[in-house]
């Protein structure tokens, strides 16, 4: 028998919403998407058990060039803006 784990959708596009560019740190996922061309991110951290659980958002997109880029995801949660 094969490893089976349970999948979990991050995110999915819609007809407004596109995916940009994500980056992963140590514990986050970091997702930027184009709303309605304009640019939001959202934050999602692993759980230790096993799993992912949403840690913040953007409030509101916006117009904005934003470029996030993980320094050592395999050490640290610290990401660079360029």
Same mark, same amino acid.
């Given at each position: 028998?094969?490893?089976?784990?349970?999948?979990?959708?991050? $995110?999915?596009?819609? *007809?407004?919403?596109? =995916?940009? %560019? %994500?980056?992963?740190?140590?514990? $986050? =996922?970091?997702?930027?998407?184009?709303?309605?061309?304009?640019?939001?991110?959202?934050?999602?951290? %692993? =759980? *230790?058990?096993?799993?992912?659980?949403?840690?913040?958002?953007? #409030? *509101?997109?916006?117009?904005?060039?934003?470029? =996030?880029?993980?320094?050592?995801?395999? *050490?640290?949660?610290?990401?660079?803006? #360029?």
């Amino acid at each position: 028998m094969g490893l089976q784990a349970a999948l979990t959708a991050l $995110f999915q596009p819609s *007809e407004r919403v596109s =995916l940009s %560019y %994500y980056t992963a740190t140590k514990n $986050f =996922l970091v997702v930027c998407t184009l709303d309605n061309v304009k640019t939001r991110l959202v934050w999602w951290k %692993y =759980l *230790e058990q096993g799993g992912w659980q949403a840690a913040g958002e953007q #409030p *509101e997109a916006a117009i904005a060039n934003i470029s =996030l880029s993980a320094v050592d995801s395999d *050490e640290n949660d610290q990401v660079a803006v #360029p």
